[in-house]
């Protein structure tokens, strides 16, 4: 295991002020996650994500302080695909102060078959940000606010990280536009009920940049550091008022990984986001932020090793938020 | 506002031993409260809910040694309804010790539409544990288990609570049996795919026992005391396991407010259960646990009075889980 | 084969007055059902209709003056199942003279999830009288106007057939009962909305009594007879108004072979009524009527080479409505 | 009333040699339709169909022989939208013998949700051919087929109904387009499933422009001939074989009428298609063609004054299919 703080990744080497209290914990999760009898399989429709081996893994844990360190690969880029989600969602709340919640509600899904059948029992507003519907209006609002929503995200991403080198997969974006006809029905469909406000194709080019940035479990770990600081960034100003900060948590908690929230829940216990990438962010309050990656996903797009290790985690700290 | 531990309640005046720390944030809540604009309407399908004055506003404050306070109505005794069914399920967790999550999910519902359809797309077996139909396959093993569900919830209540005037109403659960077609149907549809083991009507009988226990603010602040303290005990024994009452604090977070779970998670942040009868438990693990009364409900059927005041007492200390 | 008309066969044997038009064509497709690759799987959930062979089949013809005569098991008696609610649904519209279609639509379910989620949506009041739902609505009304549903339609067979063997298998009702919990579960919802005047249970006998009359290919094509001689019955009295006997048909044409109703319409182009007992009855008007057996049914309930059967007389009659 | 036959109107008058035999009963239903209490409300999504008075009626029969009469304003062009698609439905049909089926069903909707949710559930196969996103799979395979579906459909209708001055209506096109978010949703979801083989927006082009032809009933009632004749063309050429005429008519039974199929069949009683124009065609096989206008449409979106015309027309002449 190797470890540094966010300042220090950004330039030069530097000695640590954390804690680094959980290293002995996170290598005790990678040791366990290789005995794992099934990793799961890797997303298969984006081609550059579907060769991973999902036998890889890192895990990232940074303190609020900025320290960060981490196992196995968690200095490997991968793909953030939904897990960018949080951050357009705290970008635009951040932008309009609430308004975002006219367009798209804080409920759970719930819904096996997913949003399309729901989205039209509640007239084109999505059940929550997290969801591809309503995550195509999160992008929808903060492109319309700052006229490059996928750039607003990765410049965050970038900023709170200290990485500058986090970037858009334009590969990654093609192939998700060519797997895009669930999306494009999805977003037409908002549209015949007025909850869209950019033509179609240029919301669904925003959104899949913003979906094929690529980063690590460190850069992660660290740019969700305001999460667990109750909306504070890297540089002491403040991204979102305490009370969103919250609020972005607990729509993590209830409806942060697809139809498994609850079970996430249960098993982990704090509030976190997966995505198709293979990758997991996950906000212990007041403590730190937690940033797992292994490609091989669940039937329900969760990373097998990334919930497994999460849940190795909050039993062997106590440190769930029930 | 007066305040007792429940060890005192249950025999003779003691000094308290506990810290009072949330005595004033309550007080202030209470007088808030009075200015609310629109308290909602008491439930209407049973008579004796219909005539309670929507203004009437009780909370209790239980903390981890037994110290219970309370301001306005907190000892007036309501109807329970839907919060027996956390003791329900933690009595037939205790038991079974896990085998209960084979009939049940631990989902959020999701469905405005309610859960009958989700039970159909989902063969029977219900969401989580909080929905009716879910509720009713947990009461349908705790019967199983023990010859008597209904009288041993209101048995763990007394207990906790140290209040043996706990009981049955009659009339109450003559009125839910009255108004019970779409719970027969529940049931019998969860029969027919063998989710259920007995009898409809007997589990019906059983069912409605259960949820007619009155209780008040302080019996139920304390008799959920052992939610905050890891699954202990008032008497220092373990009724669940800290990892089950880590799992019962998750699955009320995510399910325990019908269909307005997320909001209440946003709102609130603390793991909460409600029933029709206008009260609402919520925990704070380590901290204490809360129960507010009021008997106006909202839409979704949760006490507008009672949201409201949970909302106020984690904005005010700072207590929520995220 | 053999032929008789309704009157025969109810005493002596007379000499035939019809024209027996179809008797070769339907010598041929008894020949041809024999070729069938599959026949399909009879009903498992009632014993007395599992153990039947796939392989049986009858066809019977009904001229309009009562001659009848078939090929096969055309005088086999079987049960009735669903093709009961046909006429149990002309005696309620005969007595109620349209009342009935306040609490039952008139419209395909189209739903291959089955009514009950349908029954949610559109608050309790099933699209048809087809479905156990709607079926379930017309037994409830029927019932309440005379006080024996069940006995009316049995008389009703008998005295339009000629054949006073007619009669319920108490064996049948009681296995329909006993996997009766979906159709409970059915009732009970309805009620729960105010679509269902009898106690359930009562309502529930009444309906499992009624499915379980046993009627052969003879007794049903001759029972049917008034839909093809626009609700005249075997006497010349009139059972329906001859609007309301194309009503009826328009019904069955639409909605009377589950799921299967515009495949039915589209293959076969008759209106027709199917049970899982493997019977169907499709009408002519003003040329015939036709009862078709073959116990072995296909995915939807339908029997397979029933279809087939009937699917063929068409396109060598030439005789659909289209 | 004026009367001609399709050759006639073609070139110069000539003798008609039909036998007008329904001339009095159509000029009494014209009156009666004078005389409706609510005539309903024109569609308001299309500007041009928006300004249409509802108290505007015609009605044509042509019988089998090409001889076609009228009454009202059944010389009137109007804006044929979905009737368009039994006539492309029929030319996809005869074209490619059936293939057509693997993409669509032939079972009634029956949601009155409409077909997005049920597309969902039947992995991306819609009901029928007459819901929006059947006509488009219909549009898809025939515009794969020919390079030109409108241009297919707009020359079917003019050949056949003699009339060589039908034509699109770009402005309607061009509206359909402006409120197309909702097709555009359908065609994206379905394309997700791999049942649309064009690019979506040359779909949506060549759908809109299919449903602006512009038509009366004098050239709709010729024009649907085919189907009254076994198939047979105006010039007696076979466009579809005689079981096909009859499928189509099936379908149109079961499914021509948005949610009210049921409804019609029961009131009218023959295969009908309907349009939000305010036009409906029906089929009396072996007999005639109908075609009736008038714009004020129902909550369904058919023609108010239409269904009762037709209703009427089978009442008065004992000529449904039942």
Redesign the interface.
Known sequence: MSHTSAAARASSPAPSSGSHRFSSVIHRIAEEMNTLDDHGTPADYIPMLADADPRRFGMAVAEPDGTVYGVGDWRQPFSTQSISKVFALALALSLDGGQLWRGV??????????S???L???NGIP??PFINAGALVVTDRLQALTGDAAGQVRDLLRTESGNAAIDFVPQVAASEAA?G??N??????M??YGNITLP?PALLAAYFRQCSIEASCADLALAAGFLARGGVRADGSALLT??Q???V???M???GTY?????F??RV?L?GKSGVGGGIIA?V?GVCTLCVWSPGLDKRGNSVAGVSALDRFT?LT?L???
């Open positions: 509600g804080r409920e759970p899904s719930g819904n096996p078959f997913n399309l059948v729901q039209e029992y509640e059940r929550n797997f006809d669930r494009a029905a999805l977003a037409h469909f549209a015949s179609v305490r009370s900060a919250k609020q948590n607990a729509v908690l209830t409806c139809d498994a929230a609850g079970e829940a249960y216990g509030p906000i309050p039993t106590g769930s938020v029930f």
